[in-house]
T-cell receptor, first 114, second 113 residues
Framework: NAGVTQTPKFQVLKTGQSMTLQCAQD?????MYWYRQDPGMGLRLIYY???????DKGEVPNGYNVSRLNKREFSLRLESAAPSQTSVYFC?????????????FGPGTRLTVL | AQSVTQPDIHITVSEGASLELRCNYS??????LFWYVQSPGQGLQLLLK??????LVQGIKGFEAEFKRSQSSFNLRKPSVHWSDAAEYFC???????????FGKGTRLHILP
């Protein structure tokens, strides 16, 4: 039982490049989330998926797209990376909803955009 | 919209001393409240959560938190800290209206030997 896994752990991009961050969970959770963490800002929700086939915007969705590929996997795509997207990205999952349930977090992906 | 304020960006305590980390929230209905801990380079781990019932909540690693509705607070406490408690602590609030939770900006705890 690996919990929540994220790939890659580190990534450096040039401005304008695209990439996809991968997230998978093996806990049979319905809900999955993408957050970004910046110094002094706490965690901010980018997108979330309450169940397979649904996605919703969070607090800071601009510049990102997501895909809930199946129940296990939830990917985050940067179509044209910008330096403002330099951050640590965390994926999380919960059984049926973050607002009243425990979220389990992945180890994070540290992204630098030059 | 809900919000969370953690007034202290940094807190330093001596090992063995007691600890209290402050959290104030804003939410228009009954809140669900969480405390998470993040060690350097790691993801977040849930310490404890409050949904309803007893306002004093016990968590892992000897932590507890008290929900005070009149003060809109959910402060985290520990009677005696250990060097391994040095980390960043996040308070978060969610609720029954939607599936989002909002995190505070965090308090970094430093432990003096």
């Amino acid at each position: 039982n690996a919990g929540v896994t994220q790939t890659p752990k580190f990534q450096v991009l040039k401005t304008g490049q695209s990439m996809t961050l991968q997230c998978a969970q093996d806990m049979n959770h319905n809900s999955m989330y993408w957050y970004r963490q910046d110094p002094g800002m706490g965690l901010r929700l980018i997108y979330y998926s309450a169940s397979e086939g649904t996605t919703d915007k969070g607090e800071v969705p601009n510049g990102y797209n997501v895909s809930r590929l199946n129940k296990r996997e939830f990917s985050l795509r940067l179509e044209s990376a910008a330096p403002s997207q330099t951050s640590v990205y965390f994926c999380a999952s919960s059984v049926w909803g973050a607002s009243a349930d425990t979220q389990y977090f992945g180890p994070g992906t540290r992204l630098t955009v030059l | 919209a809900q919000s969370v304020t953690q007034p202290d960006i940094h807190i330093t305590v001596s090992e063995g001393a007691s600890l209290e980390l402050r959290c104030n929230y804003s939410y228009g209905a009954t809140p669900y409240l969480f405390w998470y801990v993040q060690s350097p380079g790691q993801g977040l781990q849930l310490l404890l959560k409050y949904f309803s019932g007893d306002t004093l909540v016990q968590g892992i690693k000897g932590f507890e938190a008290e929900f005070k509705r009149s003060q809109s607070s959910f402060n985290l406490r520990k009677p005696s800290v250990h060097w391994s408690d040095a980390a960043e602590y996040f308070c978060a609030v969610g609720g029954s209206r939607d599936d989002k939770i909002i995190f505070g900006k965090g308090t970094r705890l430093h432990i003096l030997p």
